[in-house]
C-alpha cells in the first residue's frame, strides 16, 4: 500500500514535470534556498522526508496560481522563520551570523600584525671571527 | 605567559564547544510566537462530518497536541498531556497526517485525554502552524493568540517548568 502510494507520488511528480517544465525549474530553484527543517542540513529540493515532500507541494502550487518567489519564501518564513532561509537576511538577530568571518578575519589579521612587530630586529652580522671559523668547519 | 595564551584558547574552544553540544539543533524558535492561531476548520476524527474552528475555542485557554499513530515520541508524551488534561486544561488534540482506522483504536488504546480531536489527514493545517516534527505542542490564550510552541514531546520537566505555569497565569489574567 505504502509502496503503491509512493510509486504513484513518484508517476505524478514525473506527470508534473513533464507538464511544465518552466514551473518544476522554478520550484526546483526555490527549494535549492531553502533548508528542510527534518534533515536541516540538506535543502528542501534534496530532502525526500514527507515534509518537505509537502512543501515542495506548495511551493508548486502557490508559484503555479501566480505567486511570486517572494511570496513563497514569505509564506514559508512567517510559518518555520528564517531558519528555513539558506541565506538569512541582515537583521539585528543575525548580525553575528554575517559579521562574524569578518570579525575574526579582522582578529587573525590583528595578532599577526602584531607578532611581527614584536619580534626582535635583525639578527647582528657575523663577526670576522665567526666567519672564519665557518670557513674552517666547512673545509 | 605563551602557555597561559594557548592553555586559555584551548580552554575557551572547549566551553564553546560543551555550549554548541548542549544547545538543541531542533528546537527552531518560531515565528508564531505572538501571532494569532492560525485559521482551520477541520473535520472531527471520529466524526467526519462535523467540523471544528479555533475561533470555537475563542474566550478560552487552550492546548493543541499535534499527534499521529505512527508517531513514537507522541506515544512518549502521551501520559504528560493525559495528566494536563486531567488537572483541568483544555487539551485539543490535532491528528496529523494519519489514518483514522489508525488513530482511533490509538487513542482507545493510550487514553483519550482530547476535549476534541481533529483530523488533518493531510498536513495542510499543520502546516500553517509551522509543525515539522510530531508531537509538537501550543498554548493559546484568550484571545487566540500563540503564547507557546514545543517542538517534540512533552516532558514531565516541561509541563511543570513551562506548560503549567503558563497556563495558570493565562487563567489566572482572566
Known sequence: MRLASLALCFACGIALA?????????????????????CQNQTLADSSAPLAVDLRDQVRQQLKAGKSERDVVDFLVARYG????????LKASTVLLWAGPFVLLAVGFAILVLRLRRRPAARPELSEADRARAAKLLE | MRLAWVLGAFVALVVLLAVGLGLDPREVPSPLIGKPAPAFELPLLAAPDKTFSEKDMLGKVWVLNVWASWC?????????????????ATVVGLNYKDAREDAI???????????????????????????????????IDRKGVIRYKRIGPVTPEILREKVEPLLKELNAAG
Open chain 1, 18 to 38: 513533464q507538464e511544465d517544465p518552466a514551473l518544476e525549474k522554478r520550484v526546483r530553484d526555490l527549494s535549492l534556498e531553502l533548508r528542510c527543517l527534518v
Open chain 1, 82 to 89: 528564517d531558519f528555513v532561509l539558506y541565506r538569512p537576511p
Open chain 2, 72 to 88: 513514537a515520541p507522541c506515544l512518549v508524551e502521551h501520559p504528560q498531556i493525559t495528566r494536563l488534561a486531567a488537572s483541568g
Open chain 2, 105 to 139: 483504536p490509538w487513542l482507545a488504546r493510550n487514553g483519550n485525554p482530547f476535549a476534541a480531536s481533529l483530523y488533518d489527514g493531510a498536513g495542510r493545517i499543520a502546516l500553517d502552524y509551522g509543525v515539522y516534527g510530531v508531537p509538537e505542542t501550543y498554548v
